[in-house]
């Protein structure tokens, strides 16, 4: 059915209006976040129009990928009630067409939605994630209002017989530049004998470079200097992977950041989660189109069941709600990161075949 002439027009109508879709979606993304990053960063020094479009540019893929499960499933009914509306369905089902046969054509089209999203949205808005975070550093830097972020780097490192905890409230670089840091160096007795104020931190081969140093040592009183060094065991690809942010990931190096973490002895629950999310996002569109079905198959000859519609929403919605929260327990280790993901998707897709064969089957 899928190639044949009917299953490649709904295929081909399917595609068009999740295009259009897209298009409106992102451009509702884009004015809403240049507004609010506008309000949020417009008084900063490098700030401008130019640059401040840039920045939501970067920031729209991340934004869209949230949205697009529940867009897959406005997508789904918008183009079913469409050909309901207008006989096409009818007539397809009168020509002996089963669900299963007609109904192919957009769960492919939603597939290869999500395979589009997990291959070419998802790297795009992880570079995009990046990105926009380092300019925005780059505009606070500059502004000397350095953001207190909710993810604070605490590093805790043994050199040369002494320990050494080094935070910051800010970081770019994968972690190898830190900006408003402290470092704190204890003797052998777990006794502070030095505390560094720096304006910032830059991880060089063995040690770290501390500008704009204010010194303060027990009983002394406080000396500042342009740089200070401090001698560590930590290597860049350590950093990487502790600071590392699923979602600031593309999916074709998640595996390679989970190998790397598993390495350094890291919790890589979050990247497994985020790695499975990806993974099954194509099925996860597939179980909302078939959602999607359920509600809007049946003939009105005026318009559908406003009741029924809203119950289609609202199954939709849950099971988005319903992915996002066992992601959250996948990524805290409360439930394995494998069967917090698959398991919602497998049931959702099996609970609207079900639906769909009582349906056409009785």
């Given at each position: ?25 992102n451009?509702i993304?884009?004015?809403?976040d ?6 949020r ?41 469409a ?7 009818v007539?397809?089902?009168?020509a002996g ?13 939603a ?30 830097e500059a502004s ?23 935070g ?5 670089a ?10 704190f160096?204890?003797d ?12 910032r ?45 699923p ?10 950041k ?35 079905a359920?509600v809007?198959?049946?003939f ?14 609202v ?9 996002v929260?066992?992601k ?8 394995p990161?494998?069967?917090?993901v ?6 959702a ?14």
């Open positions: 059915m899928i190639f044949s002439t009917l299953g490649r027009y709904f295929l081909r109508r399917y595609l068009v209006t999740a295009m259009w879709f897209f298009l409106g979606v451009a993304i884009f004015l809403a240049f507004s609010e990053t506008s309000r960063l417009g008084s900063m020094e490098g700030f401008t129009v130019l640059s401040g479009l840039a920045f939501t540019a970067m920031r729209t893929p991340l934004i869209f990928l949230q949205t697009l499960p529940t867009l897959t499933l406005f997508i789904g009914m918008t183009v079913l009630i050909l309901n509306r207008r006989y096409e369905l007539v397809t089902r009168a067409v089963s669900v299963w046969q007609f109904i192919a054509p957009f769960a492919a089209g597939f290869i939605v999500g395979l589009w999203a997990m291959l070419v949205v998802n790297p795009l808005a992880a570079w995009g994630q990046q990105q926009s975070a380092s300019l925005e550093t780059t505009w606070r000397n209002r350095a953001r207190k972020s909710s993810f604070v780097p605490w590093i805790r490192q043994a050199s040369e017989g002494t320990d050494t905890i080094i910051a409230k800010s970081y770019q994968e972690g190898t530049e830190l900006f408003d840091v402290v470092v160096h204890f052998e007795d777990e006794r502070v004998i030095l505390r560094q104020d720096a304006a931190a830059k991880l060089e081969d063995g040690y770290w470079t501390l500008t704009d140093v204010l010194e303060n040592r027990p009983g002394e009183i406080p000396v500042r200097v342009a740089t200070a060094q401090v001698r560590t065991n930590l290597k860049q690809e350590f950093l990487q992977e502790s600071l590392s942010q979602e600031a990931i593309a999916f074709y190096d998640l595996l390679r989970i190998r790397v973490g598993k390495s350094f002895g890291l919790p890589t629950k979050p990247l497994e989660t985020q790695f499975h999310s990806l993974l099954s996002l194509p099925l996860l569109l597939v179980a909302m189109t078939l959602i999607a359920t809007t198959l049946k009105s000859r005026f318009a559908q069941s406003r009741s029924v519609i809203l119950g289609g929403i199954a939709g919605f849950v099971l988005y709600v319903v992915t929260l066992v959250a327990f996948g990524s805290s280790g409360a439930v990161p494998f069967v917090a698959w398991v919602p998707v497998i049931v897709t099996a609970l609207g075949a079900t639906i769909l064969l009582h349906q056409e089957d009785g």
